[in-house]
């Protein structure tokens, strides 16, 4: 059930037997030699939209851009700064809570969301806090934060399929969930085995470039087939679906 198909008529209804919201949020960066810059945003809503379909749920817009500041070092990559990420986290979900919507999972397809999610989390739970008088007792929304990839069926599908070959950006496993789901826009691209992991992490976008020089991290996406991808598709929905009904009761 995607919001934006709905009248504001269904979406009343909707309130009526669930106040439950799936966010789909990802990311607009580069993804590696053959990596889509979409590829965390689109995969995260299109896990989104199956997972609601699954259970009933009503999937909100979703978030597109987050924190890829360091990959602006590379064409077509968008970022928001944490605090921009922040607001718009909160507005997005004191809109839906404007309506009656109380709990808000969120689906992230972007590892480097996941501090600023949470530090969002934190300003609408102290806003709501602060804001209690008397005793301070009501209940405020709830906010969780499920990395896609990060349930256990999952990873390990993407163990069996990739091995030490997966890497940390710009995976074979991300790569061909968007193969899988885009085919059309598959890319022949050759590539060299990726270089060594730098030591220490990185700062800013011109010490990424630096470090990894085509983007991905010791990932090998040439790898990546839509077989695979659908594979890890229906997994990281079924295991999503599976969780989302307990947090509807927790
Ligand atoms: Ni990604």
Redesign the pocket.
């Known amino acids: 059930m995607q919001l934006q198909m709905q009248t504001w008529a269904e979406v009343e209804r909707y309130l009526e037997t669930s106040a439950m919201a799936i966010m789909p949020i990802g990311s607009t960066e580069q993804?590696g030699p053959n990596g889509l810059i979409g590829?965390?945003a689109v995969s995260a809503e299109a896990i989104a939209l199956a997972v609601g379909q699954a259970t009933q749920t009503m999937v909100a817009p979703t978030i597109a851009v987050g924190m890829a500041q360091h990959h602006m070092a590379f064409k077509g990559s968008m970022t928001l700064r944490p605090a921009t990420m922040i607001q718009v986290i909160g507005d997005y979900v004191g809109s839906l809570a404007h309506h009656g919507f109380e709990r808000f999972y969120f689906i992230n397809?972007?590892g480097g969301n996941s501090a600023t999610i949470e530090a969002a989390f934190q300003e609408i739970y102290t806003a709501h806090t602060l804001a209690s008088s008397g005793s301070g007792n009501e209940p405020s929304v709830r906010c969780r934060l499920r990395n896609w990839w990060s349930g256990g069926r999952t990873r390990q599908l993407s163990k069996d399929l990739f091995g030490d070959k997966e890497g940390r950006?710009a995976t074979p496993s991300?790569v061909s969930v968007t193969q899988y789901l885009f085919p059309d826009h598959i890319k022949d691209v050759t590539m060299d085995p990726p270089g060594p992991a730098a030591a220490g992490g990185w700062t800013d976008a011109a010490d990424y470039r630096a470090k990894y020089p085509d983007g991905r991290i010791i990932s090998h996406p040439d790898l990546s087939t839509p077989a695979a991808g659908k594979k890890i598709f229906d997994a990281a929905v079924a295991e999503i679906a599976e969780e989302i009904m307990t947090f509807g009761k927790g």
Do not use: N, P
Request: aromatic letters at 0%.
């Open positions: 993804h590829t965390d397809g972007h950006h991300e």
